[in-house]
């Protein structure tokens, strides 16, 4: 035993355990200054998820880089299982440590992985620094990370080198570095060896030590954050994530989110988390068509920043909030201490997150399906929205018109709502006021009963579920706005009025079984309704149409002259990333004889934006390009004749992005329902 060593390891041990629970105390402090957030239901699904993105890296093997981290993180894991024998075995140095010190197996293993994850440092710096994409931050922190690792990996490889060289040990006889390196050293004293090791080993260990104090100090606080952060990330489907707001209580005296920590502890904990990999602003329609949002800098910087700047001080101040309840306190701090004032005087809306940031969001959830370490942006942005328009009423003009158009007409159009019905004028289509028994209530949507182009859609639906014999009927003028895009507008109490209203409809006919055309009113009657009351099994046009036809019950006539046509498919993002629904529209567009279906290079669920998703289809878009003529852009390079799609929103933007992107003499690019192809067919 070496009681020397054991006294210096010990003080610099506790030493830096110290500094590190002194930094990471600080970073809790100012999380529970964040909303209370119910996530510790489902333990078992949660670790279940855990394992799945934080041990077996799913999101990040997406990408082909992701294979790189994939290494490296568990490179990282066996270094650090490396540092139990040789910590132990250098303070005791006539002990081995029981099984890892033991295992020629575990050296060898750890020192394949350790070569991989210094080439794949290698790979990273010369694609940070070199290649240079925009995603991709180029900081000191970034580098000092870099080389802590490099430090850590190559100061252990020469100690343990000459510890090998010293003497030869049948444990050691696969790893391959710590060999390689006893061989550098060939030719050497015995006591130089034993100088080399013993200096090699204690520079290693101040590397490791300042490692440990450096993380929680730095943006690389990730590396802690992110196992929570997976393990809390909420279990809801992607499109039920935005927390209701109980408008009936009393003691409730702010409506959204304007101050930082009104925000929830877990929505301040994805600040932490963030990597700054820029995989969400890489996907975010938004930024990549010019606007100021940016969803990396958004968490990873405007909040991160301001959270840690003015939860220092309300921590220091014993502040729980900046909000009215809290005016003496902060009077006093005015007087007292201006520097301080000046950091908790600071708006959340305006000086540190703009308005247009706010209002460019799409909702589109990219982000936040990208995101490999499970933050969630769209409801912060959601939240800052819901303050803008129910506390300080600033939203756009041409917004407040689309929800006076509800107010007064049930829709966004502001078309009499007596006309809701008159799409199926020529139908014989029933009224479920007439017949309650029917098996499906089709729940046409405002597009669908109101827009021209849509109601094409909606007349080719009933068509093909009248030729199926499916049982089903509509609301007629029952039907009301289904509410998604006043939600996602930041209108909740506007929302909650149109979701109960039309609830109460539902459940006095007692609806089950719904279909509908808009993968937005699925979502909302789908994921949305079940938190107030509606519980319906709701499937999308697309999905109901296959399944008949799988199931023999509509026939369709392949025979006659089919035109040859190449349909490059758009993937919406309420039925895509928001319902994992991608087959059952291509299965319908591949049996249209004639058809060749292509794909463009964002498909799936990293399928590209209309831009009309989160009330923008209601919103001017007056700052960068126009995310709708970058998508018919991308379908207009595969040459094709028709862009398919499964939204009448999508419908709409990509139709208008058509005639801005292609002469008026030369327009013979269509946008098509896959119902419209299907309908032409019904013998």
């Known amino acids: 035993m070496r009681l020397d060593w054991l006294l210096i390891f010990s003080l610099i041990l506790v030493g830096a355990i110290l500094a590190f629970s002194y930094a990471l105390k600080k970073k809790i402090g100012i999380l529970t200054l964040g909303a209370k957030d119910e996530r510790f239901d489902n333990p078992g699904k949660r670790f279940m998820n855990f394992v799945s993105e ?3 890296q799913r999101k990040m093997l997406n990408e082909p880089y992701g294979y790189i981290h994939f290494i490296i993180f568990w490179g ?48 990273g710096a010369i694609r940070r620094w070199i290649i240079r994409p925009a995603r991709l931050y180029r900081t000191p922190e970034a580098a000092i990370i870099v080389l802590l690792i490099l430090g850590v990996i190559v100061t252990e490889w020469i100690s343990s080198g000459a510890k090998v060289a010293i003497e030869s040990n049948s444990v050691y006889a696969l790893a391959i570095m710590y060999n390689s390196m006893a061989y550098l050293f060939k030719g050497l004293s015995p006591d130089t060896l034993v100088i080399i090791q013993d200096s090699f080993w204690w520079i290693h260990m101040l590397i490791v030590f300042g490692f440990l104090v450096y993380i929680p100090n730095s943006k690389h606080m990730h590396l802690v954050a992110v196992h929570p ?12 994530q935005i927390t209701p707001i109980d408008l009936e209580d009393e003691e409730l005296t702010e409506l959204g989110v304007a101050r930082i920590e009104s925000f929830t502890w877990k929505q301040l904990l994805d600040s932490f988390a963030c990597g700054e990999c820029g995989r969400c602003m890489d996907n975010c329609p938004a930024n990549i068509s010019g606007k100021p949002l940016n969803p990396k800098r958004l968490i990873s910087r405007q909040l991160k920043e301001h959270l840690l700047e003015k939860g220092a001080v309300m921590n220091l101040k014993g502040l729980k909030s900046t909000g009215d309840e809290s005016a003496d306190a902060l009077a006093e701090i005015a007087e007292n201490d201006p520097q301080a004032a000046e950091i908790l005087q600071k708006t959340l809306i305006g000086d540190i997150v703009t308005e247009d940031e706010i209002w460019a969001c799409t909702t589109c959830m990219s ?42 007409n049930y829709n966004p159009w502001g078309i009499g709502y007596s006309d809701r019905a008159n799409w199926a004028s020529e139908l014989d289509v029933k009224l479920i006021s007439e017949d309650e028994n029917v098996e499906y209530l089709f729940w046409v949507g405002c597009a669908g009963s109101f827009d021209s182009r849509a109601q094409k859609v909606s007349v080719a639906i009933a068509k093909i579920l009248k030729a199926a014999g499916v049982d089903f009927a509509i609301l007629g003028t029952e039907e009301k706005c289904c509410g998604d895009f006043i939600r996602r507008s930041g209108n909740e109490y506007m929302y909650q009025s149109m979701a109960a209203e039309n609830i109460e409809v539902l459940n006095g006919y007692k609806v089950k079984k719904i279909i509908t055309a808009c993968p937005h009113c699925l979502n909302t009657l789908k994921n949305e309704y079940p938190e ?37 498919y758009h993937d919406s993002c309420y039925l895509g990333r928001y319902q994992q629904e991608y087959k059952a529209p291509r299965a319908l567009f591949n049996l249209v004889p004639g058809v060749e279906l292509v794909e463009m290079e964002r498909n799936h669920n990293k399928s590209f934006c209309c831009g009309a998703g989160g009330g923008r289809m209601w919103l001017e878009e007056h700052l960068g390009e126009r995310i709708n003529n970058l998508r018919v852009e991308q379908a207009l390079d595969k040459n094709a004749q028709v862009i398919g799609a499964n939204c009448p929103f999508c419908i709409t933007m990509l139709e208008d992005g058509v005639k801005d992107k292609v002469d008026a003499d030369k327009q013979t690019v269509k946008v098509v329902d896959p119902a419209e192809l299907i309908a032409k067919m019904i013998s």
């Open 54 to 56: 934080v041990l077996g």
């Open 76 to 123: 990282f894991i066996f270094i650090c299982l490396g540092e139990l024998p040789l910590i132990f075995e250098g303070l005791f140095p006539a002990y081995s440590f029981p099984i890892l010190g033991t295992n020629p197996y575990f050296y060898m293993i750890k020192d394949v992985l350790t070569a991989l994850v210094v080439i794949g440092l290698i790979i």
């Open 229 to 240: 952060n997976v393990y809390f990330s909420s279990l809801k489907p992607i499109g039920a």
């Open 367 to 408: 982000c936040q399906v990208q995101c490999p370490v499970s933050n969630e942006h769209v409801s912060k942005i959601i939240d800052m929205r819901r303050s803008l328009v129910m506390m300080d009423s600033n939203f756009a003009p041409e917004l407040q018109l689309a929800f006076r158009n509800v107010e007064n």
């Open 532 to 568: 107030f009351g509606g519980n319906y099994e709701v499937i999308h046009h697309t999905q109901l149409i296959d399944q008949l036809i799988k199931d023999g019950k509509l026939v369709l006539n392949t025979k006659g002259e089919f035109e040859p046509q190449k349909i490059v």
